[in-house]
């Protein structure tokens, strides 16, 4: 399998440009997880999805954010409008989610940077 | 105050040495510990993963819980320049559902001189 896979690797963008971000999941995965990565705060989770559902969205920093997974194999965040304050590294997440004590790994995509000017 | 408190480093020991990576926590309700490597550019990927309280042995590497004092570590033995990285810790409580969610550490970044 490729992996994670996401894209664009790197997008720069102007202040108040609508930034998509995008997310192939490993096949077969059916948690997917966005992630937001700066020097200062460290990898939070933004938002994540299970079965292509929403569960826990409370770590979108604004309604300027927003996710959605249309199907089991593609994700998008979208910034709208983009700032400043928005530019770090946006990881996305997979994995196959089980209950008991399975161990839900989640495997990483290579992330994408965001420099918003 | 966070739930996952991570020393950043940077960390620099000379190749060979041991390292010792740790991480503080806050919520008694944890019970999965893991630990991240991330390379310079690249995503986070698993390095360890525990279960509750105890020892792990992965070649090299041995992951350390104690979960009365809040408590894990990471353990490298004979450090090699190519395991210069950011280590994130990472733990997850029960939840109802089948995801559990993950609580990372800031990272510490190491550099093992040659």
């Known amino acids: 399998d490729a992996g994670v896979i996401q894209s664009p690797r790197h997008e720069v963008t102007e202040m108040g440009q609508e930034v998509t971000l995008r997310c192939k999941p490993i096949?077969?995965?059916?948690?997917l997880f966005w992630y937001r990565q700066t020097m200062m705060r460290g990898l939070e989770l933004l938002i994540y999805?299970?079965?292509?559902?929403?569960?826990?969205d409370s770590g979108m920093p604004e309604d300027r954010f927003s996710a959605k997974m249309p199907n089991a194999s593609f994700s998008t965040l979208k910034i709208q409008p983009s700032e400043p304050r928005d530019s770090a590294v946006y990881f996305c997440?997979?994995?196959?989610?089980?209950?008991?004590?399975?161990?839900?790994?989640?495997?990483f995509g290579a992330g994408t940077r965001l420099s918003v000017l | 105050q966070k739930e996952v408190e991570q020393d950043p480093g940077p960390l620099s020991v000379p190749e060979g040495a041991i390292v010792s990576l740790n991480c503080t926590y806050s919520?008694?309700?944890?019970?999965?510990f893991m630990w991240y490597r991330q390379y310079s550019r690249k995503g986070p990927e698993l390095l360890m993963y525990?279960?509750?309280?105890g020892n792990k042995e992965d070649g090299r590497f041995t992951a350390q819980v104690d979960k009365s004092s809040k408590y894990i570590s990471l353990f490298i033995r004979d450090s090699q320049p190519s395991d210069s990285a950011t280590y994130l810790c990472?733990?997850?409580?029960?939840?109802?559902?089948?995801?559990?969610?993950?609580?990372f550490g800031t990272g510490t970044l190491l550099a093992v001189q040659p």
């Open positions: 997440a997979s994995s196959l989610a089980r209950g008991g004590r399975a161990r839900n790994i989640q495997y």
């Open positions: 990472a733990m997850s409580a029960r939840y109802g559902g089948a995801t559990n969610k993950l609580i």
């Open positions: 999805f299970n079965n292509n559902v929403p569960i826990d």
């Open positions: 096949s077969g995965h059916n948690s």
């Open positions: 919520n008694s309700a944890f019970q999965y």
């Open positions: 525990t279960y509750s309280s």
